[in-house]
């Protein structure tokens, strides 16, 4: 059974920084491109980016371009978004999903496996 699960979410001042791990089961992720979503309430899930199979690149949404940060590390099958200057904005429900192959752009409908989110709150 194919798992991703989240976890690091949190309630975190404005201006600080979180690190939210997606760690997957059941199957390698080592050649699929991985990616980070989140919905706030009341509103759609949007995409934060996404990082290719390899790490050589790295796709962000622009409202977070420059705070955020994605990585991955194949040997422990697991992705990682590093988050700097957080702000109540930025509060959400944080998923990770797996692309189907090599995809990493902002549609959801190119991501095949998604966890079941984090919780991430930011106070003002």
């Known amino acids: 059974q194919v798992q991703l699960v989240e976890s690091g979410g949190g309630l975190v001042q404005a201006g600080g920084s979180l690190r939210l791990s997606c760690a997957a089961s059941g199957r390698t992720f080592s050649t699929n491109s991985m990616g980070w979503f989140r919905q706030a309430p009341g509103k759609e899930r949007e995409f934060v980016g996404a990082?290719?199979?390899?790490?050589?690149?790295?796709n962000y949404a622009g409202s977070v371009k420059g705070r955020f940060t994605i990585s991955r590390d194949n040997a422990k099958n697991t992705v990682y978004l590093q988050m700097n200057s957080l702000q109540p904005e930025d509060t959400a429900v944080y998923y990770c999903a797996a692309a189907r192959g090599y995809f990493s752009g902002s549609n959801m409908d190119g991501y095949l496996y998604w966890g079941q989110g984090t919780q991430v709150t930011v106070s003002s």
């Open positions: 990082i290719s199979w390899d790490s050589s690149s790295t």
